[in-house]
């Protein structure tokens, strides 16, 4: 199966209202997990990180909660606003492939927030 | 320079030719990702250094395609006998050690006729 599973793969929201995008991962040894926006032609950005060793961390409208034991991390967006409008790509960084430092992205998920 | 600098941006060859893509990371960062884009999918492995060694090389496809970084800091990505399939943008990416944020470069669009 896929190492980094992210849902929904699509979702509109009102202006204003909060948006949640879910990632499960299979390997018990990640310790990093970072989130990237990326909108329409450009490069992926990072907008929030965590690490193994914390449950929740917050920078403004964004908040990032995980959960080790059910191996899933969740992005939060509060009062969301039009300019949120991307792609939103999880990341994990196991020890796939061997080797600890790699970064394995979810599918994305196509965030658009209607005025 | 102050980000990853990729070239070409774009290049159009014809399916049987050979291309090469290439990164210059952020001064200073020992690790460089190389990832596959499709249209509306996320970024896909390929391969990671650690300085001039791969540390990771399972997500290249095939032997069609190979990737050095002779003295830990520019990259070449070398595709040969390319495939219409191999039209993506390849995402080259570096960061500091192997934690911390990653820092992508724009990207390099491959067309394959």
């Known amino acids: 199966g896929e190492n980094v599973e992210q849902h929904p793969s699509t979702l509109s929201v009102q202006e204003g209202d909060s948006a949640v995008i879910k990632c499960t991962y299979s390997?018990?040894?990640?310790?990093?997990f970072p989130w990237y926006k990326q909108e329409l032609g450009k490069r992926p950005q990072l907008i929030i990180d965590i690490r193994s060793n914390v449950g929740e961390k917050k920078d403004q409208r964004i908040a990032v909660t995980l959960n080790k034991t059910a191996k899933h991390f969740s992005l939060h967006i509060t009062e969301t606003q039009p300019e949120d409008s991307a792609v939103y790509f999880c990341?994990?960084?196991?020890?796939?492939?061997?080797?600890?430092?790699?970064?394995?992205f979810g599918k994305g998920t196509k965030l658009s927030v209607k005025p | 320079g102050a980000g990853v600098s990729q070239t070409p941006s774009n290049k159009v060859t014809e399916k049987g030719k050979y291309v090469e893509l290439r990164c210059d990371p952020i001064?200073?960062?020992?690790?460089l990702y190389w990832y596959r884009q499709s249209l509306g999918q996320g970024p896909e492995f390929l391969i990671y250094?650690?300085?001039?060694?791969?540390?990771?090389d399972s997500g290249l496809p095939n032997d069609r395609f190979f990737a050095v970084r002779p003295e830990g800091s520019v990259s070449t990505l070398k595709i040969q006998r390319t495939e219409r399939g191999d039209s993506a943008v390849y995402l080259c990416?570096?960061?500091?050690?192997?934690?911390?944020?990653?820092?992508f470069g724009e990207g390099s669009r491959l067309t394959v006729l």
């Open positions: 390997d018990s040894a990640s310790n990093y």
């Open positions: 001064s200073g960062h020992t690790a």
């Open positions: 250094f650690q300085g001039t060694g791969a540390a990771d």
């Open positions: 990416a570096s960061r500091q050690f192997n934690t911390g944020e990653l820092f």
């Open positions: 990341a994990d960084e196991g020890n796939y492939g061997g080797s600890q430092g790699n970064l394995i």
